[in-house]
C-alpha cells in the first residue's frame, strides 16, 4: 500500500523509450507531488541524462537495490523486464504501475482505466496493470453505453500507429516514405512488411486461433476492466502509416436500445471523452488533431441499422498519453488522492 505522502519518489523504467518520454513529461505537466525522480533503462543507456523539471537526471541501470526507497515505479521497458523486476520493486514496498502486457491478465493484479474501474486500485498488492492502448481508449468510449444500456457484443477495427511499437518503428515509417519518395527501396526491419503507403493487417504475435495477441488483448482486457465477462467482443487490429494516434471502429450491440442522439449525449457528458461529430462539416476525431491530447474523442456517431439495437462509432486518441503514459499518471493520481 502506499504511504500517504506530500511528496513521492517516483521512478521510471525505461525512461528512455517513446512511453517513458511521455511518461516523464505527463508528470511534470500534471505537476505530479514529485520529490525526488529515478530514472531506469537498459545498459546502453545507462549514463545519459535526460531532463526532469530543467534539471539534469542520470538514466541508471536496474539492480536488486535499485527500488528501496522508492514510492512509485512506472514501468514501460517490455514484458520481460517488467516479467523480472515488478515483483522485484513491489517486494521493496514500491508501487508497480505496469505498462507491458505482462501482469494484465494476473487475476491477483487490477487492471485499471480510472474513468472505468477506479475502484479496482483498492485491492492492489503492489503491482498495477495498465491496460493496452487500443482497449483505453475504447473502453473509455463503452462505460458510459454500458452503463445505460447493457452493452452485449462489440465488434472492433482498429487502425494502429506506428509509435505504438516504439520510436525505431516511428523511425522506419519516415525513412521508408522519403526513401520511396527518393526512388530508393524501403527497408523493414521493424515490421514483416512495408508500412509506408500501406496497412498491415497484423499487430503483436499471430497466436494459434488465428487472432493476434493484440487482438485477444482487447477481447480479454475489455472484460476484466469493465468488471463483466458477459459482454462479447471480438477484434481486428491493423497497423496504418500514421505516426501517432490510434483510431478504431467499434459497432457495439445493447440490450436496450439507445438513439444516436442519446449516445451523443451519454458521451458528452462522461470523464474523459470529448465528442466530436458534426460530419455535415467534415468534421469528425482524426488522429492528427488528437496528438498531444489527453482525451478520447468519439464522433461518427449513427445507429446500426442491420440490427435492432446497435450504434457506431470511431474513437481517436493518443496512443502514447491516454494510451500509454497518461493513463498511468492519473491511476498514481488516484493512488496518491486516497
Ligand atoms: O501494450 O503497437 O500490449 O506494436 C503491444 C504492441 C502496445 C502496442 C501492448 C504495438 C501493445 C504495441
Known amino acids: 500500500m502506499l504511504q500517504k ?19 516523464i513529461e505527463t508528470l511534470e505537466k500534471r505537476n505530479f507531488p514529485v520529490d525526488k525522480i529515478r530514472f531506469f533503462a537498459s545498459e546502453n543507456s545507462a549514463g545519459k541524462k535526460l531532463k526532469f523539471r530543467g534539471k539534469d537526471i542520470t538514466v541508471e541501470s536496474i539492480n536488486e537495490n535499485s527500488f528501496k526507497g522508492i514510492d512509485i515505479a512506472l514501468f514501460s521497458a517490455g514484458g520481460e523486464r517488467s516479467k523480472i523486476w515488478a515483483p522485484v520493486a513491489a517486494a521493496s514496498g514500491c508501487v508497480v504501475i505496469d505498462n507491458s502486457s505482462q501482469w494484465r491478465m494476473d ?37 458510459p453505453v454500458h452503463d445505460a444500456a447493457r452493452i452485449k457484443r462489440v465488434v472492433v477495427t482498429t487502425f494502429q500507429a506506428v509509435s505504438g511499437t ?78 501517432r494516434g490510434h483510431s478504431e471502429s467499434v459497432n457495439i450491440e445493447t440490450e436496450k436500445k439507445l438513439s444516436a442522439n442519446k449516445v451523443r ?49 470511431w474513437v481517436v486518441s493518443d496512443n502514447l498519453l491516454k494510451g500509454a503514459a497518461l493513463n498511468a499518471v ?9
Open 265 to 313: 449525449e451519454l458521451l458528452a457528458a462522461a470523464p474523459g471523452v470529448i465528442v466530436v461529430d458534426a460530419p455535415e462539416k467534415n468534421i469528425y476525431p482524426l488522429p492528427l488533431h488528437c496528438d498531444g491530447k489527453d482525451e478520447v474523442f468519439v464522433g461518427r456517431i449513427r445507429e446500426d441499422e442491420s440490427i435492432s439495437n446497435g450504434i457506431n462509432m
Open 330 to 338: 492519473q491511476i498514481a493520481e488516484v493512488l496518491t488522492a486516497n
Open 107 to 143: 487475476p491477483t493484479v487490477p487492471l485499471v482505466v480510472p474513468e472505468v474501474n477506479a475502484h479496482d486500485l483498492s485491492w492492489h498488492k503492489g503491482i498495477i496493470a495498465n491496460p493496452n492502448c487500443s482497449t483505453i481508449q475504447m473502453v473509455v468510449a463503452l462505460k
Open 166 to 243: 516504439g520510436k525505431k518503428a516511428m523511425d522506419e515509417l519516415m525513412k521508408q516514405t522519403a526513401d520511396l519518395l527518393n526512388f530508393r527501396e524501403a527497408e523493414c526491419k521493424v515490421y514483416p512488411h512495408q508500412i509506408a503507403f500501406n496497412v498491415l493487417p497484423h499487430i503483436d504475435k499471430f497466436l494459434e486461433n488465428g487472432y493476434t495477441k493484440e487482438e485477444m488483448k482487447m477481447v480479454d482486457e475489455t472484460k476484466k476492466i469493465m468488471g463483466d465477462q458477459s459482454i462479447k467482443v471480438t477484434a481486428t487490429t491493423v497497423r496504418v502509416p500514421v505516426l
Open 5 to 23: 505522502k506530500e511528496k513521492y519518489v517516483v521512478a521510471v523504467v525505461g525512461a528512455t523509450g517513446a512511453v517513458g518520454n511521455e511518461m
